[in-house]
């Protein structure tokens, strides 16, 4: 059976067929995070740029809306520095290469990242009706996006982008078949090649992120920037029952390789970041996982094939 054909079974059997909410649930990340382009890297974001794809499937033909939850930047929610100065602005993208053109695949907004149709945009500063409050974007036609066969689904990207000021804006997303309420759309989905995010405040909770393993991947390699000594970020998968990888303080990056096993190709892992005590708050981290050849590989808030259970032990084979 095909690799394409693999993706496409993982993608309509996932066991979570409604994974609207971005993060979503399974997740535990309370909130996707990106700081104005004046802040310091040390508050927790490299490039103050992030990039989300939703994913629609072929066979829904009914409008849809993008919501975010509290996009502006100022009030209880977000992270101050001096006073709110921050501007963020989000940019809806559709049409051909939106996806599929090589940098909106990329960790970094250089090159082409703002591939696509450009279909919807609007910037945020403080403003009290937009704090712990929604905004929407819409009504999409599904055909409005990049047709991806491989997924059998109509892509489209998200950006925002933080383009003056030094606070930190934190949101999340909703993908809806309303515009004043969060209605999910069954088997849609959503996807990153890089998060940047912020933690919880109480040291019980646990943040996951799914990076899904394609046939082919023999090694990954997972870097995380700004963890301030968090706690640890641990990786679980159906091989793998728990392994330790290399942290970063603040303001750097740390980087870490895994040898990929036969059991763990055309599954999901599951890396979970557990918190320190004393309590470190109002952390924010940025992480991304690439294959053997560089390439990003996504991350999706429903996990292809559902959250990976470890099936028994299995040695771990470091690589030197």
Same mark, same amino acid.
């Given at each position: 059976?095909?690799?394409?054909?693999?993706?496409?079974?993982?993608?309509?059997? =996932?066991?979570?067929?409604?994974?609207? *909410?971005?993060?979503?649930?399974?997740?535990?990340?309370?909130?996707?995070?990106?700081?104005?382009?004046?802040?310091?890297?040390?508050?927790?974001?490299?490039?103050?740029?992030?990039?989300?794809?939703?994913?629609?499937?072929?066979?829904?033909?009914?409008?849809?809306?993008?919501?975010?939850?509290?996009?502006?930047?100022?009030?209880?929610?977000?992270?101050?520095?001096?006073?709110?100065?921050?501007? =963020?602005?989000?940019?809806?993208?559709?049409?051909?290469?939106?996806?599929?053109?090589? @940098?909106?695949?990329?960790?970094? *907004?250089?090159?082409?990242?703002?591939?696509?149709?450009?279909?919807?945009?609007?910037?945020?500063?403080? %403003?009290?009706?937009?704090?712990?409050?929604?905004?929407?974007?819409?009504?999409?036609?599904? @055909?409005?996006?990049?047709?991806?066969?491989?997924?059998?689904?109509?892509?489209?990207?998200?950006? =925002?982008?933080?383009?003056?000021?030094?606070?930190?804006?934190?949101?999340?997303?909703?993908?809806?078949?309303?515009?004043?309420?969060?209605?999910?759309? +069954?088997?849609?989905?959503?996807?990153?090649? +890089?998060?940047?995010?912020?933690?919880?405040?109480?040291? +019980?909770?646990?943040?996951?992120?799914?990076?899904?393993?394609?046939?082919?991947?023999?090694?990954?390699?997972?870097?995380?920037?700004?963890?301030?000594?968090?706690?640890?970020?641990?990786?679980?998968?159906?091989?793998?029952?728990?392994?330790?990888?290399?942290?970063?303080?603040?303001?750097?990056? @740390? %980087?870490?390789?895994?040898?990929?096993?036969?059991?763990?190709?055309?599954?999901?892992?599951?890396?979970?970041?557990?918190?320190?005590?004393?309590?470190?708050?109002?952390?924010?981290?940025?992480?991304?996982?690439?294959?053997?050849?560089?390439?990003?590989?996504?991350?999706?808030?429903?996990?292809?094939?559902?959250?990976?259970?470890?099936?028994?032990?299995?040695?771990?084979?470091?690589?030197?």
């Amino acid at each position: 059976m095909s690799r394409l054909l693999n993706t496409f079974i993982l993608l309509t059997i =996932c066991v979570f067929g409604y994974s609207q *909410p971005v993060p979503n649930v399974e997740e535990n990340i309370p909130y996707l995070m990106t700081f104005g382009e004046a802040a310091e890297t040390s508050w927790g974001d490299d490039d103050f740029s992030q990039a989300f794809f939703f994913q629609i499937p072929e066979d829904y033909d009914q409008p849809f809306f993008i919501r975010i939850f509290d996009p502006d930047t100022g009030g209880e929610i977000d992270e101050i520095s001096g006073e709110f100065n921050t501007r =963020c602005v989000f940019e809806v993208f559709g049409g051909e290469g939106n996806w599929s053109d090589p @940098a909106a695949k990329e960790t970094s *907004p250089v090159g082409n990242y703002k591939s696509g149709t450009l279909l919807a945009t609007r910037a945020f500063a403080a %403003n009290p009706r937009y704090d712990n409050n929604w905004f929407t974007f819409g009504p999409f036609n599904p @055909a409005q996006g990049e047709y991806a066969e491989e997924f059998k689904s109509y892509i489209f990207k998200v950006i =925002c982008e933080g383009v003056s000021g030094d606070d930190g804006n934190m949101y999340r997303y909703y993908l809806s078949t309303s515009g004043t309420e969060n209605r999910s759309i +069954e088997d849609a989905n959503a996807f990153a090649y +890089e998060y940047s995010f912020r933690m919880h405040n109480e040291v +019980e909770e646990v943040a996951h992120i799914y990076p899904y393993v394609e046939e082919g991947t023999i090694s990954v390699r997972i870097s995380n920037f700004d963890w301030d000594w968090d706690g640890n970020i641990v990786v679980i998968s159906v091989a793998r029952q728990g392994r330790e990888v290399k942290i970063s303080g603040e303001d750097f990056w @740390a %980087n870490d390789e895994l040898r990929v096993q036969d059991e763990e190709i055309e599954t999901s892992m599951d890396f979970r970041f557990i918190k320190a005590r004393p309590l470190v708050r109002n952390n924010n981290v940025v992480v991304n996982v690439r294959n053997q050849f560089g390439d990003a590989m996504p991350f999706y808030t429903s996990p292809l094939g559902g959250v990976p259970k470890y099936r028994g032990e299995v040695e771990f084979v470091p690589i030197e």
